[in-house]
């Protein structure tokens, strides 16, 4: 079956860990995107990436890193300078100039 | 960069109503989405549309460009299709920057 897969669905963590997330998909897709959702909010660009070896931050990046090394996986580290990183986390993907955006179902990251 | 306006921010239903929600955006664009996102957090895409009219069921969908505004109609409504709708755009100088608008909260009541 195509799609995107993240992992986990949820994820506790202490302050002043940093954590990654897990984002991969089978689409074929050139380009991968992370979106940021807060409570009753909309969801905000962390960073995208067209193309293998190549990504450019988003609106919101501060306290983010990410990596592109394989077309399939593209995986975000939520930093401990971070300062509000409990959100839910979405991954998405597309072909190149973006075309239609596919989903995974999320991560629900708690840092206490 | 692009700016993405949704209206109305809030709307309640009864059930087998029909309702228009609204994007509007600031520059030209070259993609142009429309998304529900269910009760669970899941984002559907359901309609890719940067220009025209599509139609898939019940929903509908017309963007036009040259005025900046895209439209999404929803008929016969059930309680299955409240949860949040969510406009996205890229273009003007960020044609790779996929911005989402900050949504529109459907509730549909029996």
């Not at chain 1, 995107?33 to 409570?39: C, G, K, L, T, V």
């Not at chain 2, 509007?24 to 940067?50: C, E, K, M, T």
């Not at chain 2, 755009?89 to 989402?100: Q, R």
Request: glycine share 10%.
């Amino acid at each position: 079956d195509g799609g995107i897969t993240q992992s986990p669905k949820y994820l506790f963590r202490k302050e002043g860990q940093n954590v990654t997330l897990s984002c991969e998909q089978n689409l074929n897709h050139d380009a991968m995107y992370w979106y940021r959702q807060d409570p009753g909010q909309g969801l905000r660009l962390i960073y995208y990436s067209q193309i293998v070896n190549d990504f450019q931050k988003g609106d919101i990046a501060e306290g983010y890193s990410v990596s592109r090394e394989k077309k399939e996986s593209f995986p975000l580290t939520v930093t401990s300078a971070q300062k509000n990183p409990t959100a839910f986390y979405l991954c998405a993907s597309s072909t190149r100039r973006p075309g239609q955006q596919y989903f995974g179902p999320g991560t629900r990251l708690t840092v206490t | 960069g692009i700016q993405v306006e949704q209206s109305p921010p809030d709307l309640i239903l009864q059930e087998g109503a029909n309702s228009t929600l609204r994007c509007n955006f600031s520059d030209s664009v070259n993609n142009l989405q429309w998304f529900h996102q269910n009760p669970w957090g899941q984002l559907i895409n359901l309609f890719y549309i940067p220009s025209g009219t599509k139609q898939n069921g019940r929903l509908s969908a017309t963007t036009v460009a040259t005025e900046r505004y895209s439209l999404l109609y929803i008929s016969s409504s059930q309680t299955t299709d409240s949860g949040v709708y969510f406009c996205a755009v890229s273009g003007g100088t960020s044609y790779d920057k996929v911005i989402f608008g900050p949504g529109t909260s459907l509730s549909v009541i029996p």
